[in-house]
């Protein structure tokens, strides 16, 4: 591996394990930096079937901005958005499909939202159902609420 700060060759120094790759502690053997570099298996190709039809691949960092988008200003750490995110993407990785429908993975971050942050996930069920109208939002607010009643695990709101 070349370093990054002068180009010339380096060497590992420490190698763990980090989830499901490894970590590398390199030094460069020329201008001495060092620097940490991560490997992993590259997945599969996931492509995402609109309901238009359409298919796009998919884009870990899209729907990393739409969870982040809907807990805006709310007591919801960006440790607890990544760890929401890569568990729907293992999820989807470890279906072994090749395609999978864009509502299958709204769905399961509406339910993982559910359980992180109320107004978060309204907020993400709003744009990603596209609610008609303020009664058909409202409705889905009900729902919410009937579920906290009944010992559901939401917070927020």
């Given at each position: 591996?070349?370093?990054?700060?002068?180009?010339?060759?380096?060497?590992?120094?420490?190698?763990?394990?980090?989830?499901?790759?490894?970590?590398?502690?390199?030094?460069?053997?020329?201008?001495?930096?060092?620097?940490?570099?991560?490997?992993?298996?590259?997945?599969?190709?996931?492509?995402?079937?609109?309901?238009?039809?359409?298919?796009?691949?998919?884009?870990?960092?899209?729907?990393?901005?739409?969870?982040?988008?809907?807990?805006?200003?709310?007591?919801?750490?960006?440790?607890?958005?990544?760890?929401?995110?890569?568990?729907?993407?293992?999820?989807?990785?470890?279906?072994?499909?090749?395609?999978?429908?864009?509502?299958?993975?709204?769905?399961?971050?509406?339910?993982?939202?559910?359980?992180?942050?109320?107004?978060?996930?309204?907020?993400?069920?709003s744009v990603y159902r596209r609610f008609a109208d303020v009664e058909s939002l409202a409705?889905?607010?009900?729902?919410?609420?009937?579920?906290?009643?009944?010992?559901?695990?939401?917070?927020?709101?």
């Amino acid at each position: 591996m070349n370093c990054p700060y002068c180009g010339k060759k380096s060497k590992v120094v420490d190698t763990r394990t980090a989830g499901e790759g490894v970590r590398r502690r390199r030094e460069c053997r020329a201008c001495g930096q060092r620097f940490t570099t991560y490997e992993s298996v590259a997945p599969m190709r996931l492509m995402v079937v609109k309901a238009d039809g359409r298919r796009e691949e998919f884009d870990r960092d899209k729907l990393l901005a739409g969870v982040v988008k809907a807990c805006a200003k709310r007591p919801v750490s960006i440790e607890a958005i990544e760890d929401l995110v890569s568990g729907v993407e293992g999820k989807l990785y470890s279906r072994g499909e090749r395609e999978v429908e864009s509502r299958l993975i709204g769905a399961m971050v509406m339910e993982q939202l559910r359980q992180l942050d109320d107004v978060a996930y309204v907020r993400f069920a709003s744009v990603y159902r596209r609610f008609a109208d303020v009664e058909s939002l409202a409705q889905e607010i009900e729902k919410l609420l009937e579920r906290k009643k009944r010992g559901g695990k939401s917070k927020g709101g």
